[in-house]
């Protein structure tokens, strides 16, 4: 790597490690390559949170994104959801707009597994936190929604 992208890169890791909870290894191939264009979609990722929408508003579309993607890790962002403030009742009304819109395989494949996350976040948040770790691995506490691409 010549010395540009590996400064590029240094600045990179820089910023993902004040606004983003660290720079996650698997982000490292674009990095390298368009340095740019990471550094654009960080602050992108930034700015939202200081939006029109609050943080909670914006967990849940995201959540609602997700489970419309069946997206393998809807318990993550649940998580993040309920830590913006979210109900298991405002989940349960994503997951419910979702089957609207995409139909029961949407429910089936990604939103029961929300609305579990839901619950045992309500019932338990420590220990929701620590499942959730342990299914999709990584650290959860004090994260906000732009931290969970980094």
């Given at each position: 790597m010549n010395d540009k992208k590996e400064?590029?890169?240094t600045s990179l890791r820089?910023?993902?490690a004040q606004h983003f909870n660290?720079?996650?290894?698997?982000y490292?191939?674009?990095g390298d390559k368009y340095p740019e264009t990471m550094e654009r979609m960080m602050r992108a990722r930034v700015a939202l949170n200081d939006g029109a929408l609050?943080?909670?508003e914006?967990?849940?579309i995201t959540l609602g994104l997700d489970i419309s993607k069946l997206h393998n890790d809807v318990e993550t962002q649940t998580v993040r959801a309920m830590q913006a403030g979210a109900t298991a009742q405002q989940v349960a009304e994503v997951v419910g707009i979702c089957l609207l819109k995409h139909g029961m395989?949407?429910?089936?494949e990604a939103g029961v597994r929300a609305l579990k996350t839901a619950e045992d976040y309500e019932a338990d948040p420590e220990g929701a936190i620590k499942r959730v770790?342990?299914?999709h691995g990584g650290v959860m506490s004090g994260l906000r929604f732009h931290d969970q691409i980094w």
């Open positions: 400064n590029d890169m820089e910023f993902a660290g720079w996650k290894e698997k490292r191939l674009m609050k943080t909670k914006v967990e849940l395989v949407t429910y089936e770790e342990a299914l």
